[in-house]
């Protein structure tokens, strides 16, 4: 564990070595292409919105932004829809008026059709847990990108297991269970964040360990925080639309030894 600090302390490190962190390396450089693409499951047809459980509080279920504000205060300037909610490019990102630590989050999306541009260009969105651990949301039907940017990706860390897409226009869904990074008192990392996440139903990211928030072309060291921090969609200049956002906050566990 002393060693796993080090290397999460040591920003330097990180670009440097491959990382270990328990079982699980990150070998590949950044966005590399070289990345092998997972492989395509087709997932079940769309279906219903799901309907969150009793103690599940309702971020999204249709009318109204409310739960949300804009990522740089002030209201949330998107497009509420009959179905949804929309980004509206130039808005800026929104979240959560509402923080949260370990938490599972349902969440409901689907990119602009017809489809229009590729790669990262092509309904580009994303899910950022405690505003900072990004959940690649983007069109990955038919849409080649790096591996660890296409749609269920840890961005720039971990590809999905499987590509679970839908086409664009369709209505998919992520469950994500979230465990925050712990921190000591001195502010360095006791225990990474933890993603697992039901791309469409399937299985995508099977308990992955975050190396640190997620960055562009670059792997960012932790930097210690609050203990529950708003949820967050970007704002990547394309239309995704959104429904049926819920979260139940879940009990925190100690730390793994
Ligand atoms: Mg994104």
């Known amino acids: 564990m002393k060693a796993l600090r080090h290397l999460i302390a040591g920003g330097s490190l990180l670009i440097a070595l491959p990382l270990r962190l328990g079982a699980q390396v990150t070998e590949w450089p950044v966005h590399s292409m070289e990345r092998p693409v997972p492989r395509l499951v087709k997932p079940a047809p769309p279906a219903a919105p799901v309907a969150p459980p009793s103690d599940a509080m ?12 804009g990522a740089r205060g002030g209201a949330a300037a998107w497009r509420v829809t009959e179905q949804g909610f929309e980004v509206v490019p130039g808005a800026g990102a929104i979240r959560t008026r509402a923080a949260f630590g370990d938490a599972q989050f349902h969440i409901e999306w689907r990119s602009p059709v017809p489809p229009a541009g590729e790669g990262q ?4 969105s994303g899910v950022f847990l405690m505003e900072r651990y990004e959940i690649q949301v983007l069109d990955s039907y038919q849409n080649r990108t790096y591996a660890d940017g296409q749609a269920a990706a840890v961005y720039g860390q971990h590809p999905p297991l499987v590509n679970a ?84 906050s879940l009990e925190e566990v100690p730390a793994a030894p």
Do not use: K, M
């Open 58 to 69: 309702v971020l999204f279920a249709g009318g109204t932004l409310a739960a949300w504000e």
């Open 121 to 124: 260009d092509r309904g580009n």
């Open 165 to 248: 897409s839908r086409p664009p226009g369709q209505w998919q869904t992520y469950d994500i269970v979230f465990r925050r990074p712990r921190f000591d008192s001195a502010g360095s990392v006791v225990s990474p964040a933890r993603i697992t996440l039901l791309h469409n139903g399937v299985l995508v990211q099977d308990g992955v360990l975050l190396t640190g928030p997620v960055g562009h072309r670059e792997r960012r060291p932790y930097e210690a925080h609050a203990d529950r921090l708003p949820l967050a969609l970007q704002d990547h200049g394309q239309r995704v639309q959104f429904r049926n956002v819920w979260v139940r």
